[in-house]
């Protein structure tokens, strides 16, 4: 069965970095896009980024360009997400979730992993 | 960026009563749009897909209607695993966004 778990949050100070993982089973990992959403404490669900499949084409929200960078590992079976220069704004549960083919809606999702960011 | 706002934020529903929810796009978003619930503590599962296609598993009490800016989602009789957050998704154009969600919750 398809499984996804994330792992890396913690507690960070602002300005630093932390990476995510997101270690992927149960399908072929190599033919779907992977996402990363974010759901601050009490609060909705925020898009953060997208990997292709075939892990060429990128995209982020706005109020992440720039610090952070997703990326996967086709040996590892795992998506990434390589946070830099965080800010407080971005404490919040991060999931990841696998593509429904062809659809940019999250079939599958993780259980997600809390990062806290404060001093 | 696409902005999704839902309503009503809160609605108060015994078991076995029909719920209806709504989102709203701020331009079209043809029918590119999602539903999940997501129950405490719980990821989000998705449950409509391009508005009115339910994913798998997903029993026939729920069903998704609309295209353009307005969009259902119809629960016919409400089960105790119903009561719990709701969100819409589009994917019409980047960024990626969901709207504010709606708390369906025991009358």
């Known amino acids: 069965q398809v499984q996804l778990v994330e792992s890396g949050g913690g507690v960070v100070q602002p300005g630093r970095s932390l990476r995510l993982s997101c270690a992927a089973s149960?399908?072929?990992?190599?033919?779907?896009?992977m996402h990363w959403v974010r759901q601050a404490p009490g609060k909705g669900l925020e898009w953060v980024a997208v990997?292709?499949?075939?892990?060429?084409?990128?995209r982020y929200a706005d109020s992440v360009k720039g610090r952070f960078t997703i990326s996967r590992d086709y040996s590892k079976n795992t998506v990434f997400l390589q946070m830099n220069s965080l800010r407080p704004e971005d404490t919040a549960v991060y999931h990841c979730?696998?593509?429904?083919?062809?659809?940019?809606?999250?079939?599958?999702w993780g259980q997600g992993t809390l990062v806290t960011v404060s001093s | 960026e696409i902005v999704l706002t839902q309503s009503p934020a809160t609605l108060s529903l015994s078991p076995g009563e029909r719920a209806t929810l709504s989102c709203r796009a701020s331009q079209t978003v043809s029918n590119y749009l999602a539903w999940y619930r997501q129950k405490p503590g719980q990821a989000p599962r998705l449950l409509i897909y391009d508005a009115s296609n339910r994913a798998t598993g997903i029993p026939a009490r729920f069903s998704g209607s609309g295209s353009g800016t307005d969009f259902t989602l119809t629960i016919s009789s409400l089960e105790p695993e119903d009561f719990a957050v709701y969100y819409c998704q589009q994917r019409s154009n980047w960024p990626i966004t969901f709207g504010q969600g709606t708390r369906l919750e025991i009358k």
């Open positions: 149960g399908f072929i990992f190599s033919n779907y896009g």
């Open positions: 990997i292709s499949d075939d892990g060429t084409d990128r």
């Open positions: 979730f696998k593509e429904k083919r062809g659809y940019s809606y999250g079939d599958y």
